[in-house]
């Protein structure tokens, strides 16, 4: 029985807004984050020798092929490409495949040529049920448990992912339904050795599954649930403490979706991390994505500052109330967003913004207010995306019942992605949306800057830096802005860059190194922007 699992991760395509691709070539760089999920299935396969290619910092060779017995790839929607080139080359050596990961879970019945899924949560018991099967050779096509979720009287509710997938899968799976979720403490530590650790901008953890809001079109509680579950302080520092023995050394992204979604069990956490910091001297600079409300809670805004996060990625999604509240972004609507990301600035946060076009109830000018709203808030990174309905969602649900489900995309990217999946409601067309989609992204990242670095700058104003903002000035951060001024200084955003971190130098030098990252961050944007519309034209 097979002994060699050979893990991949798919490639990402580099014209995307995550890949950060242009960016990654000023800090010698081959990917932005590693493959948390496979690193974390890796801590799961004991007994079996293991490989890992990930297709963003290395070749996948014929010689990995020929090693493994057995290949485990996972992948998100982004990926779908790369998965079926990796597919097929596996199959060209006769080797089983066994597939995960997000889109896997999601899509499966439009993946050919897998052997075997493992779908959904793998300390379900799935992978290890899977094993046993597949060592005595009666492995199904397909391992999955579900939480179906609940209504107000404790019914279950929403049978129809099961019932789908069942029936797809016929009798040739094992599709289970459970009662319980699988708590995070009996996750492994992921297998951070087996990544060429080096090559990577940042290293990921998770401390959390699971977001108590009821957003209309994110599939994260159809996925984790509505629950927040967390690992303990212990366990988290763990992994923390993992990264650090094996030399890791600046920007570290925690992946929950929501960070704070259960606010009381992460103040137990957070002064474990701050305590793990400060005895090292802060080696790692955190970053995680959280919701609005973070910012009417000072006491929880100072103890992520002190535990050295600097960053967070908020779901602003639209500055209008009547959109939010026909999105179910109810969280948004309790909080005055201005004011808000104002706050979380105050302590010395950076907050970078995830933004909605073509949600329903939007009014014409929707994308001139996310301009302006993104200008007066400080948001250099305001991630505008087209609305994209994903399977497992309300929105998902409710646009097939009312027969707007439209062909969706395979690009899987939400930025700088044309397509619209959807018919829009009242009276806008979809050439419409994307018109004004394609000004709003020529506003936010026009190639000459002016936009990008004023934003820069009025975050800088409203930024109040705590000692642990700032980047520590090494050899890797000489290196990059060696090479952003090689690179920035004659460019199209030339003049606006010199003039951005002449006034950094003037009037805040404490942050210079991350004016620098900025400049950076803001050279992939621009350039990709460009690129996409230019595809447009």
């Known amino acids: 029985m097979p002994k060699n699992i050979l893990l991949v991760n798919p490639k990402i395509p580099?014209?995307?807004?995550?890949?950060?691709?242009?960016?990654?070539?000023?800090?010698?760089?081959?990917?932005?984050?590693?493959?948390?999920?496979?690193?974390?299935?890796?801590?799961?396969l004991d007994g079996y020798n293991l490989q890992l290619v990930d297709e963003n910092v290395e070749t996948l060779y014929d010689k990995h092929l020929e090693w493994a017995d057995m290949v485990f790839a996972t992948s998100m929607f982004i990926q779908i490409e790369s998965l079926d080139a990796v597919v097929s080359r596996a199959k060209q050596f006769n080797k089983v495949v066994v597939a995960g990961g997000a889109y896997p879970t999601q899509f499966y019945d439009k993946i050919n040529d897998v052997d075997h899924f493992?779908?959904?949560?793998?300390?379900?018991?799935v992978l290890e049920e899977f094993l046993h099967d597949f060592?005595?050779?009666?492995?199904?096509?397909?391992?999955?448990?579900?939480?179906?979720?609940?209504?107000?009287?404790?019914?279950?509710?929403?049978?129809?992912?099961?019932?789908?997938?069942?029936?797809?899968?016929?009798?040739?799976?094992?599709?289970?339904?459970?009662?319980?979720?699988?708590?995070?403490?009996?996750?492994?530590?992921?297998r951070y050795d087996?990544?060429?650790?080096?090559?990577?901008?940042?290293?990921?953890?998770?401390?959390?599954?699971?977001?108590?809001?009821?957003?209309?079109?994110?599939?994260?509680?159809?996925?984790?649930?509505?629950?927040?579950r967390l690992k303990s302080a212990d366990r988290f520092i763990e992994e923390l403490a993992v990264i650090y023995n094996l030399g890791h050394r600046g920007p570290v992204f925690v992946v929950d979706d929501n960070f704070i979604g259960s606010i009381k069990k992460v103040r137990q956490v957070l002064p474990a991390i701050e305590k793990f910091q400060r005895q090292r001297s802060y080696p790692f600079s955190l970053s995680a994505e959280a919701s609005i409300n973070l910012s009417?809670?000072?006491?929880?805004?100072?103890?992520?500052?002190?535990?050295?996060?600097?960053t967070v990625f908020v779901g602003i999604e639209s500055p209008d109330d009547d959109v939010l509240k026909k999105a179910g972004k109810q969280i948004n609507i309790k909080t005055d967003l201005l004011e808000g990301v104002r706050r979380i600035q105050k302590h010395g946060i950076e907050v970078t913004a995830g933004i909605i076009v073509g949600l329903d109830g939007e009014p014409d000018d929707i994308c001139d207010k996310i301009?302006?709203?993104?200008?007066?808030?400080?948001?250099?990174?305001?991630?505008?995306?087209?609305?994209?309905?994903?399977?497992?969602?309300?929105?998902?649900?409710?646009?097939?019942?009312?027969?707007?489900?439209?062909?969706?995309?395979?690009?899987?990217?939400?930025?700088?992605?044309?397509?619209?999946?959807?018919?829009p409601d009242r009276c806008r067309s979809s050439s419409e949306i994307r018109e004004a989609y394609k000004k709003l992204l020529a506003r936010l990242y026009g190639s000459n800057g002016r936009n990008y670095f004023e934003r820069c700058r009025k975050l800088f104003d409203n930024l109040v830096p705590d000692e642990n903002f700032a980047r520590k000035i090494g050899l890797r951060e000489i290196r990059s802005m060696g090479q952003s001024l090689f690179r920035q200084s004659f460019s199209s955003h030339g003049w606006e860059y010199l003039k951005f971190l002449t006034?950094?130098?003037?009037?805040?030098?404490?942050?210079?190194?991350?004016?620098?990252?900025?400049?950076?961050?803001?050279?992939?944007?621009?350039?990709?922007?460009?690129?996409?519309?230019?595809?447009?034209?």
């Open 296 to 310: 009417n809670d000072d006491g929880l805004m100072r103890a992520m500052s002190d535990a050295g996060f600097n």
């Open 14 to 44: 580099e014209d995307t807004y995550w890949s950060f691709h242009n960016s990654l070539k000023f800090i010698g760089k081959k990917s932005a984050m590693p493959p948390l999920g496979l690193i974390t299935v890796a801590g799961m």
């Open 118 to 125: 493992v779908l959904g949560e793998a300390e379900t018991g």
């Open 194 to 228: 087996l990544l060429r650790i080096g090559d990577y901008e940042l290293m990921a953890t998770q401390l959390s599954r699971g977001c108590p809001h009821h957003c209309e079109f994110c599939n994260e509680p159809s996925l984790f649930g509505h629950k927040p």
């Open 371 to 423: 301009f302006t709203f993104s200008k007066e808030a400080g948001i250099p990174t305001a991630m505008a995306g087209l609305l994209t309905p994903v399977i497992g969602s309300e929105l998902y649900a409710r646009l097939e019942k009312e027969g707007r489900l439209l062909e969706m995309s395979t690009k899987g990217s939400n930025t700088h992605d044309f397509n619209i999946a959807f018919v």
């Open 135 to 190: 060592e005595r050779g009666k492995a199904k096509k397909a391992y999955a448990r579900f939480v179906l979720r609940k209504d107000e009287t404790g019914n279950r509710i929403d049978r129809s992912e099961f019932q789908r997938m069942a029936g797809y899968f016929n009798r040739d799976g094992n599709i289970q339904v459970i009662d319980s979720r699988p708590d995070l403490d009996t996750s492994p530590v992921p």
């Open 503 to 537: 006034y950094v130098l003037r009037k805040k030098r404490k942050v210079f190194s991350e004016a620098v990252r900025l400049s950076i961050t803001g050279y992939h944007l621009m350039k990709i922007t460009n690129d996409a519309l230019n595809c447009e034209t």
